[in-house]
């Protein structure tokens, strides 16, 4: 047991399955720690909500009993409010800029905003862009959103984006989802395709609409509690090894997009390319709104400005 | 002690019968929303599971009180009346423990650092502090109850 | 494997519980003494208090007061004496015709509101007296209202079967519902014949006459109660709403009923009220405390450790299978069935779904077996409410339980081995696709 006392044991809880390009991931970065710190620092996982959701872990690294996590920046949003401007629709032009924010300046600003909430932002993990995926109802055009009950993330970022493309937003919990597609409860949601694919909400879907209206990463945080805690040197080892995960994580998650997109389209959904300036257009309203808030205000435009410069 | 411990049992039954009642109209206007207009109620859920946090954990102190929590008493019954005594003050001095370190300081601290840290509920707005403020004062109210049962 | 944290939280808790502490807190108090011994104390105490409450936090748990309420005003208010004077026109001239009514009645009751102790004080009060005034001994009309009343944890809708819901990460409630039916169906059989068995031998008659006629009377009185049952699975399994939206319904539906029926005034709703809230505070106590305790466990990596355990064990199906049944029978004895479920969910269901069980079937499975549980001393709810209401003890009761709790155990065999009984029904309405 002696020797246990010189390995500096670090928890780490999310929510995923241990097969999700997250799970992977963090395999990857206690590798890594072992190999940087030479034994003396180790990763414990745990996956599958074991310790709880994602809202719920976030509030366990601020008691201090959990040392790291994974969270969706829509969880954070409850948390550390700047980080809402991440579930603004078409923010990003594409995904070079959206990388190029994460990895630049704000990105990293944006990782320090936590430490005022207890929690610090150790990297950005990729999780796609997100689509509306329909039982019954073709959608091309905003329009036909009209009236749709569309289920939405416990995030009021997300239920003004819907209310601004013309659906009504429903709260329903993602485990009560698949039986609500199927029964009609809701009538649309939207995720990323590794999502609508694991979640088998294709089996009861008929079309999956590309408009890719946002793109939430996924951010690694850790306690302050924790961070405190560690020497330079372990602080050092620990950002070290979550960096060299990230391209790692980032190159399976598009490895799982391909293969879900895949796996989604023999299973006879219909995979409907629509126009999305249309949509981008429409969800422009959520901006007027936002209008008053300067602090978000100044962000969005920084965020433009990015792909301007080069 | 025995006329406020009545007091404070008539106002919670008050406000556990108010607390179903509203879970109820809640889900029904949920219901409701969805069906008949166009526009689907989005802090019903929200509010229906914070009002169930309150019920569940005011209710359980409530019940603690009146000894109703399940409980095994095999082992009690065959015992003499004086070492039955004992073991009862004993469960008690337990519960007072607990209740103090884990549903007062703890849940205190869980209100303190939900507030401090601004954290708000994602459809209501609601203080996520007045929501787990329930957990404190229904450690302070079982450590009341305990008291007043060994007191007697 | 780290023993010592597994070895405060059983000890612990057996000597809390053995002493007399409430159930819920014992397990709260376990959980709390072998968590402060792996993170600091503050941060160990926040986090029991922050489990209890986040907990609670779910929108389908919330069907649980909701069923228990119904259950009231139905006891209450005339709605559950219908439904008995239903069953005793169709099957109360059988032999031991009273007992048979009793097992009917709680399939029907349990049919409609979620509660097995509702159920086993609702009919233990209202036909226990005429039993024993027919010549039945107390204790073998207790012992038929104890097991028959679980029956009803297994046909929809259930409240348990919310909690494995919640405990299994989210397996549909609707689907659940759906494939209780036949296992508890097909329980309630083996009962009856039991029970019918046992009557012969021992020469209980039975007085009720009955005819087609009466039965079709009776079956109109009772039409508007056993509608209930349609409205709320109908309901759940067409779409037109959720469970807990459906238990929503089930309440607004009981109490235009009981109002309809003039059993029940105005004013004794808030006693009523008054009544479900406090059940659904121990319930929701039970499942506060037991899903920190899960909590722990998980944190203590003990699923994990004892998965490993099993796997090593044996690669059989069959055998791996009949070891967890055996264990849960074994917790069962000693634990009550929510926390037993919130607890051993986590730690089961990965091992048994890579071994291809489905999740719906398991979550069946472990209830049933659980069911069992609820009838046997030293830890037995519904045991408590059958002897308590029938005014015998529970020494008595145990020689005419044994005869019913090995036919609930036949039952769990079937349903262990054959998962046709339980995915047919989910899979005929398209909840349960393979
Ligand atoms: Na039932
Ligand atoms: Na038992």
């Known amino acids: 047991c002696d020797q246990n006392n010189d390995i500096k044991l670090i928890r780490i809880g999310h929510g995923l399955d241990t097969n999700h390009s997250v799970h992977k991931a963090m395999i990857m970065v206690n590798n890594q720690l072992l190999r940087l710190s030479d034994g003396k620092m180790k990763l414990e996982i745990y996956p599958n909500q074991q310790l709880g959701s994602e809202r719920e872990c976030l509030e366990l690294l601020q008691i201090g009993s959990l040392d790291l996590t994974k969270v969706s920046a829509a969880v954070l949003e409850n948390f550390a409010p700047k980080v809402k401007v991440f579930g603004l629709p078409y923010l990003f032009e594409n995904k070079e800029h959206y990388f190029k924010v994460l990895d630049g300046p704000i990105g990293k600003e944006l990782l320090e905003e936590g430490e005022k909430y207890l929690f610090k932002g150790l990297g950005y993990y990729d999780s796609g862009s997100r689509s509306f995926y329909s039982r019954e109802k073709k959608i091309e055009k905003p329009s036909d959103l009209n009236g749709l009950k569309i289920r939405v993330q416990e995030s009021n970022t997300a239920f003004e984006m819907i209310r601004s493309l013309g659906g009504s937003p429903t709260p329903i919990s993602w485990g009560e989802l698949y039986t609500s597609l199927q029964q009609g409860v809701v009538d649309a949601a939207e995720n990323n395709t590794p999502s609508f694919y694991l979640s088998k909400h294709y089996e009861v879907c008929k079309y999956y609409i590309v408009d890719e209206h946002n793109m939430i990463p996924d951010v690694i945080l850790s306690s302050t509690n924790l961070w405190n805690n560690l020497t330079i040197n372990e602080r050092k080892w620990l950002q070290e090894a979550v960096n060299l995960s990230i391209p790692f994580q980032r190159e399976l998650w598009i490895k799982s997009e391909e293969e879900s997109m895949r796996a989604i389209i023999n299973s006879g959904v219909e995979i409907i390319y629509p126009d999305k300036d249309l949509f981008k257009k429409a969800s422009l309203t959520m901006y007027d709104k936002l209008k008053k808030d300067t602090e978000i205000n100044d962000l969005i435009a920084r965020i433009k400005d990015e792909k301007i410069k080069n | ?152 | 494997m780290e023993i010592f944290p597994v070895l405060i939280l059983i000890i612990s808790f057996f000597v809390l519980t053995f002493a007399g502490t409430p159930i819920a807190w014992g397990i709260a108090i376990s959980s709390t003494l072998t968590i402060i011994f792996s993170i600091p104390f503050l941060p160990s105490l926040t986090t029991i208090a922050q489990q209890m409450a986040t907990s609670l936090d779910s929108f389908s748990l919330i069907a649980i007061p909701f069923f228990i309420l119904s259950g009231k005003i139905m006891t209450y208010g005339g709605i559950a004496k219908r439904l008995i004077d239903f069953a005793k026109s169709i099957i109360g001239a059988l032999p031991g015709g009273l007992a048979l009514i009793n097992i009917v009645s709680s399939m029907l009751m349990g049919a409609i509101a979620g509660s097995a102790m509702a159920s086993a004080s609702a009919m233990g009060s209202i036909i226990g007296p005429e039993m024993e005034k027919e010549g039945y001994p107390k204790e073998y009309g207790a012992a038929v209202n104890i097991t028959s009343a679980t029956i009803g944890l297994v046909i929809p809708p259930s409240n348990i079967l919310i909690v494995y819901s919640l405990a299994s990460g989210g397996v549909s409630v609707a689907a659940l519902f759906l494939a209780g039916y036949i296992p508890g169906i097909l329980t309630g059989i083996f009962l009856m014949i039991v029970s019918i068995f046992i009557a012969k031998t021992k020469g209980y008659k039975s007085t009720v006459k009955t005819s087609l006629l009466l039965i079709f009377k009776k079956f109109i009185i009772a039409f508007p109660s056993l509608f209930l049952l349609f409205i709320i699975i109908g309901g759940i399994v067409s779409g037109f709403f959720t469970a807990t939206e459906a238990s929503g319904i089930a309440v607004l539906y009981t109490f235009l009923l009981a109002f309809i029926y003039k059993e029940i005034k105005f004013n004794d709703f808030s006693k009523i009220l008054l009544e479900a809230s406090i059940t659904s505070s121990i319930v929701m106590l039970l499942i506060a405390t037991s899903m920190s305790m899960s909590w722990v466990i998980s944190f203590e990596n003990i699923p994990q450790e004892l998965s490993n355990f099993l796997v090593n064990l044996s690669d059989n199906k069959l055998i791996i299978l009949i070891i967890i049944n055996l264990f849960i029978l074994f917790v069962g004895i000693f634990m009550d069935i929510t926390p037993a479920v919130l607890i051993f969910t986590p730690i089961f269901l990965p091992i048994v779904q890579s071994i291809g069980i489905d999740p719906i079937q398991f979550g069946i499975m472990l209830v049933l077996n659980l069911c069992i549980g609820l009838c046997t001393p030293p830890v037995g709810s519904v045991l408590f409410v059958g002897v308590g209401v029938a005014g015998t003890s529970i020494e008595k009761v145990f020689k005419p339980l044994f005869p019913l709790l090995i036919s609930m155990i036949f039952s769990l065999f079937l349903i262990t081995f054959f998962p046709k009984i339980t995915l047919w029904l989910p899979e005929i309405f398209n909840l349960y696709n393979p």
């Open chain 2, 1 to 152: 002690m025995k006329k406020l411990r009545i007091k404070i049992d008539l106002f919670i039954e008050k406000v556990l019968v108010l607390l179903l009642s509203a879970m109820v109209l809640n889900v029904l206007y949920q219901i409701f929303t969805r069906y008949f207009t166009s526009n689907p109620s989005s802090f019903t859920d929200e509010l229906s599971r914070f009002l169930m946090i309150w019920l569940g954990v005011l209710g359980a102190a409530y019940v603690s009180g009146k000894k109703k929590h399940v409980s095994i008493n095999l082992l009690q019954s065959k015992l003499g009346h004086q070492f039955k005594k004992n073991i009862e003050i004993f469960v008690s001095i337990i519960l007072i423990i607990f209740s103090f370190n884990v549903l007062v300081l703890g849940g205190f601290n869980l209100v303190y650092i939900t507030f401090v840290l601004d954290q708000y509920s994602p459809s209501l707005n609601l203080s996520m502090s007045i929501v787990y403020s329930v957990i404190p004062l229904s450690g302070i109210l079982i450590i009341f109850y305990e008291m007043c049962n060994n007191l007697k």
